[in-house]
Each structure stands twice: as structure tokens, then as C-alpha cells.
């Protein structure tokens, strides 16, 4: 038997979308995130004023990341069992702490610190966030799930740009205008948070059923794992791409800075459609062959990616860009219905899990660029969504239902 609704009365009882809810979530994921993007993008301002090597651009990196991904599954788990709605702004001032701390910073020591205080105010802001927007999904958890994702990755594509037009060439001190936005996604949390606490109050003492996939607990882990590892595969490639393209535009075709801006705000933005695209078409033909597709269909165009000229680099750029993007809305869901009645782990553990393995992908890429060129950083990363044919090896959800 089907787990769907058997009559148009059961579908109607679902709970209606709070779409003013999941918009503001998703605004504030384009602020976050807009903030976050503009650190890799004045790294060509840092790497002067600091005379920084490729190495420690790649352990700022890891260090935002890191702080970034080790406390989400954490939070994501505590506040299963105990919410606190309220800690979305207070996890958005410590955001606000480290763009002032980046502005004003004079040493790489700071610099790294700065780039933490950024990382910790996003550890507590995605899993709560993620959770906020699946309360109010009305049980379209895809569309809910993307929607919420693409403002993120607008953010990440608004941000090279921001760099670009008040920040590189005019300074270091112009990053504190970042905090005018902060200051905006705090007040937009401060609403949002007032809502959850009243949903949460709402329903005090009703119980949740949540429908489990019928999989052993074996078979769970297992597809955790191949989850694990499709992640691995898509973002250290999207580290290669988002930390070092810019470079890699600079050296190989000698354009300007401005310029390989304006060529990663295309790839930026390619990401964002990709994404907001992936959560609807998994919730109609199922997720794991969106999986399967953005992965591993982006192989052929990672793997022509470093012999191109500029023209079909920023072409190939964007189709990937749109491809590999599908993928996260899926398998942050596909592992929700693994593992029901933990939402905020699962969220806080595969967004960790994005910002770990980015940290840890971008550092390598560092370190391999110093020593062999950047272009060589492109070639060896090509390879890695052929690791997309793993997804094979997920079960059918909608099968293991029955």
C-alpha cells in the first residue's frame, strides 16, 4: 500500500504552506550567505594587503568552514529535543562580531579568527533555519527545502559582485558595510523566531507520527554513508570552483579582477537556479534520480572543463554550475525520510558536512596549487563526480515505504 494520501480530504488536511514564513527564511539565507561569499572574494585583496600564500587563503577557508560544520549536527540534535526559536538572531550577532572583527583585523592570526566567529554564526543558523522552513512546508518538503537553499546560493552569487563593487580596490575597512545586511537578517530572525516559539506552543501536547522508510537500521547507515560520499564528491569539486576560479581565470586567460568577478557571479548564479529547480522535481519524480543526475551528469562537462578557452569555460562553468546545484535539496531530504523525527540533526549534519568537506577540499586545493599551479587543481578535481554512480546504490524510498 501507498503511504501517499488515499482521498483529495486527506492531501487538503496537510498544513498550508507559510509562505511569508519560508520567503523570510530564504532571505535571510541570501544574507548569510551573501556575507559568507564576500570572504573568498576579496581574497586577491587579502592575499596583497597580507601578503598571503595559497596555503594560508586555503586554512582561512578551512578555518570558517570548520567552525562552520563541527557545531551544526550538535545544535541540529540538542534543539530536536529542546527548540530554542531565539537562537537564530543570537547565532546571527556572532556573525555581526566577526564582520567587524574582519574589517578592522591587522594580522592573519586575526583574520582567521574573524573568519571562525562567521563560520559559528552560520553553525547555528542552518540547522534552525532548515528546521523553520519544513515546519512551514505544508508538506511540499522539496519545494520547502530549495526554496529555502536558493537564497543561499543567490546570496553566493551577490557576494563576488558586493566585493566587487564597495569593497575591492577601495579597501579593507569597507567590509564593516557588510554589517548593515546582518544587522537586516537579525531583525528579520527576531519575526521568524517569534513565529516558531508560537507554532511550538501550538503544539504542545499533540504527537507527531512520522511515516519511517520500512529499512533496517543497517541499510539506513548504509545509505547515510553513500549520502556521505556524494556530498564528498560535489563539494570538494564546488570548492575547487568557488575558492580558487577567480585565480584560476587570472592566470590562465590574464582577465581582471573585475572581470573573473563577473565570470564567478555567472557560475554563482547558475548554482542558485540549479538548486531552487533540484527540491521540486524531487518531489515529483523522486530524489534519488535527481541525485543521480546532478552528480554524475556533470561529469562529462567537469572533465572538458580545464582544456576550453574563456568562452566555453564560463559556458561549461554555468551548465555545471546548474547541474551539480540539484543535488543538496534532494539529499538533505532523502536522508530527512531516512531518519524521520530528527530534522534538525540530519539538516546540521549534511550542511556541516558541506561546509567540512569545502574547508578541508579547498585547503588541499591550496596547497596543491602552490606546488603544481592552479590549473593543475582543475584537472585532478574533474574526475570527482564520477563518483555519482554510487547513488545506484540507494534504495527506492518510495518502495521501502510499502
Given at each position: 500500500m501507498s503511504s501517499l494520501p488515499s482521498?483529495?480530504?486527506?492531501?487538503?488536511?496537510?498544513?498550508?504552506?507559510?509562505?511569508?514564513?519560508?520567503?523570510?527564511?530564504?532571505?535571510?539565507?541570501?544574507?548569510?550567505?551573501?556575507?559568507?561569499?564576500?570572504?573568498?572574494?576579496?581574497?586577491?585583496?587579502?592575499?596583497?594587503?597580507?601578503?598571503?600564500?595559497?596555503?594560508?587563503?586555503?586554512?582561512?577557508?578551512?578555518?570558517?568552514?570548520?567552525?562552520?560544520?563541527?557545531?551544526?549536527?550538535?545544535?541540529?540534535?540538542y534543539t530536536d529535543k529542546r527548540p530554542i526559536p531565539f537562537l537564530l538572531p543570537a547565532g546571527m550577532c556572532i556573525t555581526l562580531l566577526g564582520v567587524?572583527?574582519?574589517?578592522?583585523?591587522?594580522?592573519?592570526?586575526?583574520?582567521?579568527?574573524?573568519?571562525?566567529?562567521?563560520g559559528v554564526g552560520s553553525s547555528t543558523f542552518h540547522p534552525e533555519a532548515s528546521r523553520v522552513a519544513r515546519l512551514a512546508s505544508g508538506g511540499r518538503f522539496g519545494f520547502a527545502q530549495s526554496l529555502f537553499q536558493v537564497g543561499g546560493n543567490l546570496g553566493s552569487a551577490f557576494g563576488p559582485l558586493l566585493a566587487a563593487a564597495i569593497?575591492?580596490?577601495?579597501?579593507?575597512g569597507r567590509i564593516a558595510w557588510l554589517m548593515v545586511l546582518v544587522l537586516l537578517a537579525v531583525a528579520v530572525l527576531i519575526g521568524v523566531s517569534r513565529w516558531y516559539a508560537g507554532h511550538l506552543k501550538k503544539a504542545t501536547g499533540k504527537i507527531a507520527v512520522h511515516a519511517g522508510p520500512g529499512l533496517s537500521r543497517g541499510r539506513v547507515l548504509w545509505a547515510l554513508t553513500v549520502l556521505a560520499l556524494l556530498v564528498f564528491s560535489k563539494y570538494i569539486y564546488m570548492a575547487s570552483l568557488s575558492s580558487y576560479y577567480t585565480f584560476y581565470l587570472i592566470e590562465k586567460f590574464?582577465?581582471?579582477?573585475?572581470?573573473?568577478?563577473?565570470?564567478?557571479?555567472?557560475?554563482?548564479?547558475?548554482?542558485?537556479?540549479g538548486t531552487f529547480a533540484g527540491g521540486p522535481i524531487g518531489d515529483r519524480i523522486g530524489r534519488k534520480r535527481v541525485i543521480w543526475f546532478s552528480i554524475l551528469g556533470a561529469a562529462p562537462f567537469t572533465l572538458a572543463l580545464p582544456y576550453v578557452d574563456l568562452f566555453w569555460t564560463a559556458v561549461l562553468s554555468v551548465v555545471i554550475g546548474l547541474v551539480m546545484s540539484s543535488a543538496f535539496s534532494a539529499i538533505?531530504?532523502?536522508?530527512?525520510?531516512?531518519?524521520?523525527?530528527?530534522?534538525?540533526?540530519?539538516?546540521?549534519?549534511?550542511?556541516?558536512?558541506?561546509?567540512?568537506?569545502s574547508g578541508i577540499g579547498a585547503a588541499l586545493m591550496g596547497a596543491i596549487a602552490d606546488s603544481t599551479g592552479i590549473?593543475?587543481?582543475?584537472?585532478?578535481?574533474?574526475f570527482l563526480p564520477l563518483l555519482g554512480i554510487l547513488a545506484v546504490?540507494?534504495?527506492?524510498?518510495?518502495?521501502?515505504?510499502r
Open positions: 482521498s483529495p480530504a486527506a492531501a487538503a488536511s496537510q498544513p498550508a504552506t507559510v509562505m511569508q514564513i519560508l520567503f523570510s527564511v530564504a532571505f535571510v539565507h541570501l544574507l548569510n550567505d551573501c556575507v559568507q561569499a564576500v570572504l573568498p572574494a576579496i581574497y586577491p585583496l587579502l592575499k596583497d594587503e597580507f601578503a598571503l600564500s595559497f596555503t594560508q587563503i586555503g586554512l582561512i577557508t578551512l578555518t570558517f568552514q570548520c567552525t562552520a560544520s563541527l557545531l551544526q549536527p550538535w545544535i541540529g540534535l567587524a572583527l574582519l574589517s578592522t583585523a591587522g594580522s592573519f592570526a586575526m583574520l582567521l579568527l574573524a573568519a571562525g566567529m562567521i569593497i575591492v580596490g577601495s579597501g579593507q590574464d582577465v581582471s579582477v573585475e572581470a573573473a568577478q563577473g565570470y564567478l557571479f555567472l557560475f554563482l548564479a547558475a548554482v542558485a537556479a538533505v531530504v532523502f536522508a530527512q525520510e531516512l531518519v524521520p523525527g530528527k530534522v534538525g540533526m540530519i539538516a546540521g549534519l549534511f550542511f556541516g558536512l558541506m561546509f567540512g568537506i590549473e593543475y587543481v582543475y584537472r585532478i578535481a574533474s546504490l540507494l534504495p527506492r524510498m518510495e518502495t521501502a515505504r
